[in-house]
């Protein structure tokens, strides 16, 4: 179940990379300026970064398992809709769709592991979930070529109907949970529990960081490799690729070390600390270009333990056992407003004071982070049952 529940988000994720390497032939066909065709990979932030709260509430009260597969089935729609698309305009429209049908899922998948998960492996089980999004990217970069085979329309229609039939594979397989007796509860009073409970604002917080950090580097990686190494734009783009891989390793490691004990907030405290040691020697000119890009997968391993506590800490940090989803909901709210800030903030730093300002910026984040992480090392310890 927890294998089938994280290749939902695998395929998920392929819907975020299909964009970035399907956008010149968009532009091509569609006539496309770049800012009119870089909405299409933006939309999914925005979305995200506006909509994870109420979707985390309609998770709550609808049930994962129904949101997960109402997900699929949006990306399903979306992504065919999108095929068929002779404008801008309508293309983007379907990109929002696919855009909420994304958010659905990925709010949906944590809780639809911890209901699924036994507790003594839940937290290696929110480690291989937290694998998705560097699994699905790394494996729509390889199917690149499809694109030459059958156009971006094609590609489009393919990634349809793989949706779809996750969905009936999905429908067919997840077991329907057990409905919980409680009181009807208000949305009102929902809202006003998430909203003034620290828990979610902590963890929506140490994602912002994550995010704006990770995607200030990796945002900008293969332009910066490009330059630094001296390899062509294909080369850096590879290289680029292999390097966000290393992060799905760091997912699994972190799983393991949750499962032996160690506490969220000092596996935060490691991982912000290694990505800004790694992200001086990335930007900087003393360091040969290959150490600066060993550094880069190293930078990319270290973050990987962020998302797993964070998925991991949702259950303990939530107001509520009713408001899971909610607390996820407002953690991916985060991760998106980052991913808006970080590449935008970096780009334009670069732009005035050159590669080095990165290295700046990514370290101030991450001692912005660090009273985070302190709170976060405050959860229930007799709970979880670590040191």
């Known amino acids: 179940m927890i294998i089938l529940i994280v290749g939902a988000g ?5 819907q975020v990379g299909k964009a970035p390497i399907g956008l010149p032939a968009v532009q091509e066909d569609l006539r496309l300026g770049l800012a009119t065709a870089s909405w299409l990979i933006s939309a999914f932030a925005i979305i995200g970064a506006v909509a994870g709260a109420p979707v985390g509430l309609a998770v709550d009260r609808i049930g994962a398992r129904r949101m997960a597969l109402l997900g699929l089935l949006f990306m399903g729609a979306g ?3 999108g095929a068929l698309a002779s404008s801008a305009s309508t293309l983007l429209a379907t990109r929002v769709i696919e855009g909420v049908g994304f958010l659905t899922l990925v709010v949906a998948g944590p809780a639809l592991v911890t209901s699924t998960a036994p507790a003594p492996i839940r937290g290696r089980a929110m480690a291989l979930w937290a694998t998705f999004m560097p699994a699905g990217l790394t494996i729509v970069m390889l199917a690149a070529p499809l694109l030459t085979l059958l156009t971006w329309r094609g590609f489009w229609l393919l990634n349809a109907l793989l949706l779809l039939a996750y969905a009936f594979l999905s429908a067919w397989r997840l077991p329907s949970p057990a409905r919980l007796a409680h ?3 208000s949305i009102r009073q929902d809202i006003v529990e998430a909203f003034v409970a620290p828990g979610p604002w902590v963890l929506a917080g140490l994602f912002a960081a994550f995010s704006a950090v990770f995607f200030a580097v990796f945002g900008l990686l293969p332009s910066y490799l490009s330059t630094r190494l001296g390899v062509a734009s294909e080369v850096a783009s590879m290289l680029s ?8 390793a760091g997912n699994l490691v972190c799983g393991q070390l949750l499962a032996h004990g160690y506490h969220p907030g ?5 991982s912000f600390t290694t990505m800004a040691l790694c992200s001086v020697g990335i930007f900087s000119d003393f360091i040969p270009g290959g150490a600066a890009y060993a550094l880069c997968v190293l930078f990319s391993f270290a973050s990987g333990l962020v998302p797993v506590v964070i998925f991991d ?5 939530a107001p509520g056992a009713d408001l899971v989803g909610v607390t996820i909901g407002f953690a991916m709210q985060g991760n998106n407003v980052g991913l808006v800030l970080g590449p935008a903030v970096a780009g334009a730093l670069v732009a005035s004071f050159g590669w080095g ?4 910026t990514v370290v101030a984040i991450s001692v912005a982070a660090a009273p985070l992480a ?12 670590v040191a």
């Open 313 to 317: 800490s949702a259950p303990h940090r």
């Open 266 to 270: 000092r596996l935060i405290f490691v």
């Open 357 to 360: 300002v990165v290295s700046v």
């Open 374 to 385: 302190l709170a976060l090392r405050r959860t229930n310890a007799v709970e979880r049952g």
């Open 183 to 185: 009181a009807p509860r």
């Open 79 to 81: 992504s065919a809709l």
């Open 241 to 248: 690729a292999i390097a966000v891989a290393a992060s799905a």
């Open 10 to 14: 695998v395929v998920a994720a392929f």
